[in-house]
């Protein structure tokens, strides 16, 4: 999927969208819904937020993982699945999903909501003494999408809205991995992170021949409340469209938009793993972005032993996102959570965005239970009570780069000591040796005797013996040292022929005490 150029069916007609430019007025005239739950989220902005009651019946409350996975909706019961190609299913409230949300769906323009009914489910085990329970009034805890989309004649579960303003997806032969969240405020903040929510959903019916499914979506939270409308369009390469309209009702010091979610662990370049026989464990493994300027910036993530957060000036960028580059088996070694099959996620403005930041935060992780990576942009012009703001962009998963990256591409780090093995007593003992392997895109035209150049800064301290050197498999690498230090080295390199770039960019920090 290429944003340089893309249809979507909207209000009766197929608009056009080349250039990531959208030809269509900012919200539809004729979509009376959403106009309402933006009118609605408005309200909601104007009076002090009040948390939603606690209905959730108590022995739902108090559900155990193992009894809570014993919970499941019936395949059977899948709501439209003889109507459309796409079917909808639920998820029971309870464990840890507290606060129920409401459904409705839209159908011949009539709303209507989508009542908790125990019958969809199954009790199994533990759970089955749920059955002779009184669960009126549960609610529903999110929902799943379902689409043929890796064989015609089984519905494959595409996407996936539960827990907070959370929502992943899938592409074809793609595994869930990252995740997907409608806002991130102050993440990383001293004062504590705050967590939106969506707290209801509208569902539109999907046609027989529909080929995309739209839903909008209320989202609240002590600091903003917001109206989104999610058009999801299932394929190799699953996209959503996302447009919101969100209200402060406090000043907010950092709003994170269109955030990723993920979890390294450990990879190629850890510089410590645990004892496990997996080589690399991670949903994705680096972050890639795409800035105003048309630079290409790769960075390797990382496990740090403490909380490390890095920001990436820029005005309006062309894209970012957490990709998992590394999609060979072999690198992994996983038969059951299958790593290399966690799809990269791009986002792409769909309006301009200005200036800011693309922020990066790593949190120290003991295993691969906890999501530890959070990438997301930050506008300078920041969001402050009585305020409101348009969100519009692109979402969608990868296997491969974004087709307009043309450059040659990182594809291993590594490093270690510089030391002269059986020698102590040497200037290189204390020293990091670096080596970056570029390949592809504009390095598969070039030949070993081609002149091309390292083009490397440091942005503290300096960088030792850098060189450029061609690899036998038509690839490239960059190599170069550290000094001995106490202090962090942010490091950027390109790979350059005739003073242009053949390669993106590599950045990355070397904390010599981590």
Request: without cysteine; charged residues 25%.
């Given at each position: 999927m290429s944003c340089n150029h893309f249809n979507r069916w909207r209000a009766g007609k197929w608009m056009v969208f080349i250039g990531c430019t959208l030809a269509l007025p900012a919200f539809a005239e004729d979509d009376k819904h959403f106009s309402a739950v933006i009118e609605r989220a408005q309200q909601l902005a104007e009076e002090a937020y009040q948390a939603p009651e606690e209905t959730l019946p108590e022995v739902l409350r108090e559900l155990d993982y193992d009894t809570y996975r014993q919970i499941r909706f019936d395949p059977a019961h899948a709501y439209w699945k003889d109507e459309s190609p796409f079917s909808l299913q639920l998820f029971h409230s309870g464990f840890l999903f507290q606060t129920p949300i409401a459904l409705n769906v839209i159908d011949n323009d009539t709303v209507t909501p989508l009542p908790f009914s125990a019958a969809d489910y199954s009790y199994d085990g533990n759970a089955a003494a749920l059955k002779e329970q009184d669960l009126a009034g549960s609610g529903h805890a999110g929902f799943r999408l379902h689409y043929p989309l890796n064989s015609s004649d089984y519905a494959d579960e595409f996407g996936v809205f539960l827990g907070a303003s959370y929502f992943r997806i899938v592409g074809r032969d793609q595994a869930y991995g990252l995740s997907t969240r409608g806002l991130a405020i102050d993440t990383a903040s001293s004062d504590g992170e705050e967590f939106p929510a969506f707290r209801e959903f509208w569902l539109y019916k999907p046609e027989a021949d529909a080929e995309q499914i739209e839903l909008l979506a209320l989202m609240d939270s002590p600091s903003v409340s917001g109206a989104y409308r999610f058009v999801i369009q299932p394929g190799e390469n699953t996209q959503v469209e996302v447009e919101a309209e969100l209200f402060a009702r406090q000043d907010i010091t950092k709003l994170g938009v269109a955030p990723l979610t993920s979890m390294f662990t450990y990879g190629e370049a850890?510089?410590?793993?645990?004892?496990?026989?997996?080589?690399?464990?991670?949903?994705?493994?680096?972050?890639?972005?795409?800035?105003?300027?048309?630079?290409?910036?790769?960075?390797?993530?990382?496990?740090?032993?403490?909380?490390?957060?890095?920001?990436?000036?820029?005005?309006?960028?062309?894209?970012?996102?957490?990709?998992?580059?590394?999609?060979?088996?072999?690198?992994?070694?996983?038969?059951?959570?299958?790593?290399?099959?966690?799809?990269?996620?791009?986002?792409?403005?769909?309006?301009?965005?200005?200036?800011?930041?693309?922020?990066?935060?790593?949190?120290?992780?003991?295993?691969?239970?906890?999501?530890?990576?959070?990438?997301?942009?930050?506008?300078?012009?920041?969001?402050?009570?009585?305020?409101?703001?348009?969100?519009?962009?692109?979402?969608?998963?990868?296997?491969?780069?974004?087709?307009?990256?043309?450059?040659?591409?990182?594809?291993?780090?590594?490093?270690?000591?510089?030391?002269?093995?059986?020698?102590?007593?040497?200037?290189?003992?204390?020293?990091?040796?670096?080596?970056?392997?570029?390949?592809?895109?504009?390095?598969?035209?070039?030949?070993?005797?081609?002149?091309?150049?390292?083009?490397?800064?440091?942005?503290?301290?300096e960088v030792l013996l850098p060189q450029v050197t061609s690899l036998p498999n038509n690839g490239w690498r960059a190599s170069f040292r550290l000094p001995a230090s106490d202090q962090p080295s942010d490091v950027r390199l390109r790979l350059t022929l005739n003073g242009e770039p053949v390669s993106e960019t590599w950045n990355y920090v070397w904390y010599p005490d981590a």
């Open positions: 850890s510089r410590e793993r645990p004892d496990d026989f997996r080589p690399q464990v991670h949903d994705s493994d680096g972050l890639l972005i795409h800035t105003g300027s048309g630079e290409w910036i790769w960075r390797p993530l990382s496990n740090p032993s403490h909380l490390h957060t890095s920001a990436f000036i820029d005005g309006s960028p062309q894209g970012f996102g957490l990709m998992q580059r590394e999609r060979d088996f072999n690198r992994y070694l996983d038969t059951e959570a299958q790593y290399h099959r966690r799809p990269s996620q791009w986002v792409v403005p769909l309006d301009e965005w200005g200036p800011g930041h693309v922020e990066l935060v790593e949190i120290p992780t003991p295993d691969e239970t906890h999501d530890n990576i959070v990438a997301y942009w930050v506008a300078d012009d920041t969001l402050d009570a009585g305020e409101s703001r348009r969100l519009h962009y692109l979402t969608h998963t990868l296997n491969t780069q974004p087709d307009a990256h043309n450059l040659g591409r990182a594809i291993r780090t590594r490093h270690g000591s510089a030391a002269v093995p059986g020698q102590t007593d040497t200037a290189s003992q204390g020293q990091r040796q670096f080596i970056v392997d570029f390949q592809g895109g504009a390095l598969e035209e070039l030949t070993a005797d081609q002149p091309v150049e390292l083009d490397i800064s440091a942005l503290h301290g």
